[in-house]
């Protein structure tokens, strides 16, 4: 099955610098890689997604990079604020023919300090 | 527009019992995954329903079933709890072929 590896586990950056998440994946023939964002004592929230028909992704201050080749993407916060502190996770899915189970890395805690 | 609930929001429970978690879906979402998220761990898929059945199943035991509602809200049981079994459940939700999945806020169970 899939395995995806996520670093750093944890990240401290100042407020207002950016902060760059890493994840690979095993499975070739996985097709859609979403970022949840969960904070304390909520559900993960989706922040930005990416299929792999696409090299990158931006929305406003995040961005989403994607190597097929390579089996690695990346997550991209630049001009961080305190309200990013959160425990952030990334996920690759094989979706089609009724299958979108996420498998998950393991988090990166970020901490903005301000 | 009501987002995915859950309830309860936490649970303590001893080893041995029975559990049930409930889920409501978005609205207009028919399908429904169930996630155990261990401390300090990304969330590990348990199963996914869609029309009532189960589509898919990740690597739990058969202690875990679930079942899902005509109005396609869901549970998820869980026997024969094991000290393990502490967890954050969460449930996640998806209308038809979309790939995005939106989570609730999750059952903290406890089993002492």
């Known amino acids: 099955g899939e395995n995806v590896e996520q670093h750093p586990s944890t990240l401290s950056v100042q407020e207002g610098d950016s902060a760059v998440i890493k994840c690979t994946y095993s499975?070739?023939?996985?097709?859609?890689f979403p970022w949840y964002k969960q904070e304390l004592g909520k559900g993960p929230q989706l922040i930005i997604d990416i299929r792999s028909n696409v090299g990158e992704k931006k929305d406003q201050r995040i961005a989403v990079t994607l190597n097929k080749t390579a089996k690695h993407f990346s997550l991209h916060i630049t001009e961080t604020q305190p309200e990013d502190s959160a425990v952030y996770f990334c996920a690759a899915s094989l979706s089609g023919a009724g299958s979108y189970q996420l498998t998950f890395g393991k988090g990166t805690k970020l901490s903005v300090i301000p | 527009d009501a987002g995915v609930t859950q309830s309860p929001t936490h649970l303590i429970k001893t080893r041995g019992q029975q559990v049930t978690l409930r889920c409501s879906p978005k609205?207009?979402?028919?399908?429904v995954s169930w996630y155990q998220q261990a401390l300090g761990q990304g969330p590990q898929f348990i199963f996914q329903?869609?029309?009532?059945?189960?589509?898919q199943r990740g690597n739990f035991p058969d202690r875990f079933s679930g079942h899902q509602f005509p109005n396609y809200s869901s549970e998820l049981n869980v026997n024969a709890l094991l000290l393990g079994d502490s967890a954050l459940y969460l449930c996640?939700?998806?209308?038809?072929?979309?790939?995005?999945?939106?989570f609730g806020a999750g059952t903290r169970l406890s089993v002492l």
């Open positions: 996640a939700t998806r209308r038809g072929a979309k790939n995005i999945q939106y």
């Open positions: 609205s207009g979402h028919d399908t």
């Open positions: 329903y869609y029309e009532e059945e189960e589509r």
């Open positions: 499975d070739s023939a996985s097709n859609y």
